[in-house]
């Protein structure tokens, strides 16, 4: 005697199991294979298991080799739990940075005959340019140049007043010279 066992909708088999990760939870009552296929990052036939390592998504067509530490992405989403290694950025890892920089896309600093830094430390590898420093060359001149600017512009002020005072004395005492010279010379005539 058979027994004939109507399973409610996301559910299949003889005792009624549900269906896997199916897209709309739809699965053949009596296999469990996914009859419209695979929610993002499960593969078929009965869509239990997540993507291979290494890929994500609809039907795990994507993949994502660009994690740190050789972690895997997301097999739903692509995201790389670890973060990009250096050179990458994007959540899933997938943007290449631009050219002139290192790690998560920080600039390079100053380099030596306009060389490139190195993609995972910042390193120049002849060194920096003139007047620049440090071992991303991001130390130089421009730091300090602010602060002489300050200070240049200080001490002109400073040169400036006296040079002003100095004259501005100079001619009160000649003033008052003449005046006296003049009174002298009064006195004399009387």
């Known amino acids: 005697m058979s027994l004939l066992v109507t399973c409610p909708s996301g559910?299949?088999?003889?005792?009624?199991?549900?269906?896997?990760?199916?897209?709309?939870?739809?699965?053949?009552?009596?296999?469990?294979?996914?009859?419209?296929?695979?929610?993002?990052?499960?593969?078929?036939?009965?869509?239990?298991?997540?993507?291979?390592?290494?890929?994500f998504g609809v039907k795990c067509q994507s993949t994502c080799f660009n994690c740190k530490r050789g972690s895997t992405c997301d097999h739903v989403t692509g995201r790389c739990p670890t973060g990009c290694i250096p050179g990458w950025r994007g959540d899933n890892c997938t943007l290449e940075c631009p050219n002139n920089t290192y790690g998560a896309c920080t600039p390079c600093g100053l380099c030596a005959e306009d060389d490139p830094c190195n993609i995972g430390t910042g390193h120049c590898p002849r060194g920096c340019k003139f007047g620049w420093t440090g071992p991303t060359c991001k130390t130089g001149w421009l730091i300090f140049g602010a602060a002489g600017a300050v200070i240049l512009v200080i001490v002109a002020v400073v040169i400036g007043g006296a040079v002003y005072n100095v004259r501005k004395l100079k001619r009160r005492y000649q003033n008052s010279y003449v005046e006296f010279a003049e009174r002298c010379n009064r006195l004399y005539e009387l």
Not at 26 to 45: I, Q, S
Request: charged content about 25%.
């Open 11 to 55: 559910q299949y088999g003889t005792r009624c199991e549900t269906c896997g990760h199916c897209e709309n939870r739809f699965c053949e009552k009596t296999t469990g294979v996914c009859l419209r296929g695979c929610a993002p990052g499960y593969r078929m036939p009965k869509c239990r298991e997540g993507c291979n390592a290494g890929t």
